[in-house]
């Protein structure tokens, strides 16, 4: 079959956005009467943490697995990243990946385990090996599904029960998402990156701002970014409460894409990018909400609380709750100064820290890596700073070492360890001692969330390496002389 | 699925917003292949601490959980539902709720009640001035009951319609399965396939 016809659903003519023509595109049944639609999912991700519940569950049903030729299994959030020939030390983390490895033989789910050379963070692992594609459907028991909305794609996390209903029917019951247009224009300055975009419009909208709306980002300043850019900001669009964010495929998606193991080819490709080029949102098209991002305005930015919507310019200082005139509001940030150990009118910029963690789902891409090592090259780190280094996947650390960025690392005095999620969430070995404060190109400065009684600051990986040399917060324009 | 129609019970009151699943159990309790026995974990750090709500009685029995916007927010873990279950709430009420938290809690029965912010407040005040006090939640009215109170809550009509019927997602979806083997015949080859491995 070599062209998608149109679903037999009536197809609508008025101009529609990117988001809802992947969602017409995916339509098994449409939903009457107030019920979901039923759409299909062209790709399911699986990790070790969410799915053996969901596999017990069919197993119980005595139901198969409907498409194992659309399902993808990786070991990540509990793999440790040294020693990685070594059994997993703690029990019931080598338990869970023991269970994956069993279910995926099981059900004939394909799987990258821990020393495999495509083995890594989910979500690093589809966009790489070319799985992830514009106008596709992508779901995995994780909400940072939302990164692959970077080439076009639905993409967006699912609970344990939705995991085995994919599994099972290959299709959710889903509501329509209501549409968000995020317009950044303009061009960033030396130094402001994509993490900041995605941070300054957390700040922006809120942590509950996106509930219930796909983001589009749109706009000259996300067209100028690369992919490995666009997944950071789609990653993260979590973090401002919508299940998932896109971007509009271009000639940057077809060039990243190309030549990947699992992107078409011959006649296949050229039908796909003909297709792909339609799936832009169309002029005239609305959006139920819209917000606007001065790319020129932009600065290195910088949370200071305990969610990813406590955030400000790094040159700021640390602000009063007064500021804030939401009465919930005010007391998120008394508890967050509290939690965070942090005093009001403290500037940012002279907050030490104990620990710097580079990667995560968010960023430990190979440009994130280079941006980190372009920093830090012929550096020392701060004395007393621990500075870790994660590679997204292990193609990632093989694609640094053959640049020589783990030569860069080491030298520099930080650990140059093997892929996986690490200290994003610290359920394997790497977690902050109680008290310890971190920056982090992670994606959620929650309470406990890097180690019990750990203190996050997310920032670029920019900052982060200029902040792991001076051994307080900093961009990399306060390096000079350094 | 157990039908749900309407509970009575202990209602706790959560004063903080910003409630994430992180928070709700964290990423230590993940590493477990089951799907029951996470009431020790609730809100593992927070319960470090005597004075935390959860630690009090009368709310070691409390079935209703009342808590500030934006609850469940962050991490799709489906495990801060069990975990909420299993300590023996039935229902979460909250002026605003994560998508997926929400979605989550349809489909293991966990009630999720929209009000507004406002009336969070009116039955903190309330709980506050009774602790113990009970709660009725009828989800047929779409009602809440507390003392004097009586206030409307939100839920979408299809979750209604499934936790009032005790109906299993995936049986639903199945009876269109000939429209799902019609979809697939139609799927364009440029699509991706996991197998065989490239």
């Excluded at chain 1, 902050?432 to 190109?441: H, I, N, Q, W, Y």
């Amino acid at each position: 079959m070599s062209t998608d016809s149109t679903p037999s659903i009536d197809t609508p003519s008025a101009p529609r956005t990117l988001a809802e023509k992947v969602w017409d595109d995916h339509l098994v049944v449409k939903g009457e009467d107030g019920n979901p639609d039923l759409i299909y999912i062209d790709l399911h991700l699986v990790h070790e943490v969410t799915s053996p519940q969901a596999f017990d569950g069919l197993r119980v049903a005595g139901r198969p697995l409907r498409r194992v030729d659309l399902t993808i299994a990786t070991e990540d959030h509990n793999t440790p990243t040294i020693g990685i020939d070594r059994p997993i030390a703690d029990l019931t983390s080598r338990t869970q990946i023991n269970t994956l490895r069993a279910n995926a033989e099981e059900f004939g789910v394909r799987l990258h385990s821990l020393g495999d050379i495509e083995q890594g963070i989910v979500h690093v692992v589809g966009p790489q090996l070319g799985l992830t594609m514009p106008g596709i459907t992508v779901v995995c028991g994780d909400s940072h599904t939302s990164t692959h909305g970077a080439f076009g794609a639905m993409a967006f996390g699912i609970g344990t029960s939705e995991v085995e209903h994919v599994m099972a029917t290959q299709t959710l019951p889903l509501k329509p998402f209501k549409t968000m247009a995020i317009n950044v224009e303009g061009t960033l300055r030396e130094g402001v990156t994509a993490k900041d975009i995605i941070l300054a419009v957390i700040a922006k909208i809120g942590t509950g701002g996106g509930q219930g709306y796909v983001l589009e980002y749109r706009g000259s300043a996300i067209r100028a970014l690369s992919m490995d850019g666009r997944m950071t900001i789609c990653n993260m669009s979590i973090e401002a409460g919508a299940r998932a964010g896109m971007v509009a495929p271009d000639q940057t998606t077809f060039d990243y894409l190309q030549g990947r193991p699992h992107a078409p080819t011959g006649a296949d490709w050229d039908e796909a990018v003909a297709y792909w080029t339609t799936l832009a949102t169309d002029e005239g098209a609305s959006f139920d909400a819209e917000v606007f991002i001065d790319a020129d305005e932009l600065e290195p930015f910088v949370t200071w609380g305990t969610n990813p919507g406590q955030g400000v310019s790094l040159s700021d200082v640390v602000p009063s709750p007064e500021q804030f005139d939401d009465p919930n509001e005010r007391a998120a940030a008394e508890r967050a100064l509290q939690y965070m150990d942090l005093t009001a009118g403290t500037p940012l910029k002279e907050v030490p820290v104990d620990a710097v963690f580079m990667g995560s789902c968010t960023n430990s891409r190979i440009e994130d890596l280079r941006a980190f090592a372009s920093i830090i090259d012929g550096k020392k780190k701060a004395d007393g700073v621990r500075v870790m280094v994660v590679p997204g996947s292990a193609r990632v650390r093989i694609e640094a070492e053959a640049e020589g960025l783990d030569k860069i690392i080491t030298d520099f005095g930080a650990e140059w360890r093997f892929a996986g999620c690490s200290m994003c969430l610290g359920m394997n070995p790497d977690q902050l001692a109680p008290g310890e404060r971190c920056a982090s190109t992670s994606n959620r400065n929650f309470e406990g969330r890097q180690g019990k009684g750990g203190r996050t600051h997310l920032v670029s990986p920019l900052v982060a390496a200029a902040t792991a040399i001076r051994g307080t917060l900093s961009s990399p324009s306060d390096l000079n002389g350094k | 699925m157990e039908k749900f129609t309407t509970v009575t019970g202990i209602a706790a009151p959560l004063r903080r917003s910003n409630v994430d699943t992180d928070q709700i159990i964290p990423a230590q309790f993940l590493k477990r292949v089951t799907k029951t026995g996470f009431e020790d974990a609730l809100f593992y750090g927070w319960r470090q601490d005597p004075d935390f709500i959860l630690n009090q009685q009368p709310y070691l029995g409390a079935r209703v959980l009342v808590a500030g916007p934006d609850f469940g927010t962050g991490s799709s873990r489906e495990h801060a539902v069990w975990a909420l279950r299993d300590f023996g709430f039935s229902v979460v009420v909250s002026p605003r709720f994560g998508d997926i938290f929400r979605g989550n809690s349809g489909k293991q029965g966990l009630l999720t009640a929209q009000v507004p912010e406002e009336d969070v407040e009116r039955i903190w005040r309330a709980i506050e001035q009774q602790p113990g006090v009970e709660m009725t939640v009828d989800l047929v009215e779409r009602q809440l009951s507390i003392g004097e109170l009586r206030l409307a809550f939100e839920i979408d009509d299809y979750t209604r319609w499934r936790l009032l019927e005790g109906l299993d997602d995936i049986a639903l979806t199945l009876r269109n399965e000939e429209a799902i083997t019609a979809f697939e015949s139609r799927r364009a080859a440029w699509r991706p396939t996991t197998l065989p491995a490239r």
